[in-house]
């Protein structure tokens, strides 16, 4: 198994919370991306990073943010979350072009 | 804009019917397909990648195939372990740089003992 590890797997907040999701990765590798998946839309990749602060925005960006300050770690902060922000985030991993992208298993997260 | 599209959205089988499910893409230029399966509650675990028109890839009772247009999944006397959501995912040559994916919807494989 890739080693990706993602916190937390569940949270439950409000509408208007800053919220932080966390990615980690032993693999040392460069890409590492983040997704959600919602019903009717599969998954949609919001941000990526090519190397420590290095990021870009993916289709679905708009209320995300994201940091890398290590290679092994990537930050996706909701500012002020909304209810259509509901849903699975998903982390991914990519050592070298042409290769695949290995998924953690991801949080689920409830915007009440 | 790159479009995948896989079929059917559910398949119910026994255990041991062979079948096949397809994706069907539109890129400007492949450069990878990759099938993926995703169990409940769990990220999506790689399977296969493809790269070129007529390459296959085997695993177990899996077989993955490739043509221009779409890529087929082939299942060969399937066991209920191997219930899950099988996805497809495509990478095209705009996309080689940072290694966008474009997935499809799934499909969600029953097999019932």
């Known amino acids: 198994d890739a080693g990706i590890t993602q916190s937390p797997r569940h949270k439950v907040t409000e509408t208007g919370t800053p919220v932080t999701l966390r990615c980690h990765q032993t693999?040392?590798?460069?890409?590492m991306y983040w997704y959600r998946q919602d019903p009717g839309h599969g998954l949609r990749l919001i941000h990526y990073s090519y190397g420590v602060k290095d990021t870009d925005k993916g289709e679905v960006s708009d209320g995300y943010s994201v940091s890398r300050s290590k290679t092994e770690d990537f930050l996706l902060t909701l500012e002020s979350a909304t209810s259509s922000q509901t849903s699975v985030y998903f982390c991914a991993i990519r050592d070298r072009e042409y290769q695949p992208q290995h998924f953690g298993d991801g949080t689920r997260l409830s915007i009440l | 804009e790159d479009q995948v599209t896989q079929s059917p959205e559910a398949l119910r089988l026994q255990e041991g019917e062979s079948s096949s499910l397809n994706c069907s893409y539109t890129v400007s230029g492949l450069r990878g397909l990759f099938w993926y399966r995703q169990d409940p509650g769990k990220g999506p675990e790689f399977l296969f990648t493809l790269y070129s028109a007529g390459e296959e890839k085997e695993k177990e009772r899996l077989k993955a195939t490739l043509t221009k247009k779409e890529s087929f999944l082939h299942i060969t006397a399937p066991k209920p372990e191997d219930s899950a959501t099988y996805l497809c995912a495509v990478l095209d040559a705009g996309g080689t740089s940072y290694g966008k994916l474009t997935f499809g919807q799934g499909t969600i494989l029953t097999v019932h003992p």
């Open positions: 693999e040392n590798h460069r890409y």
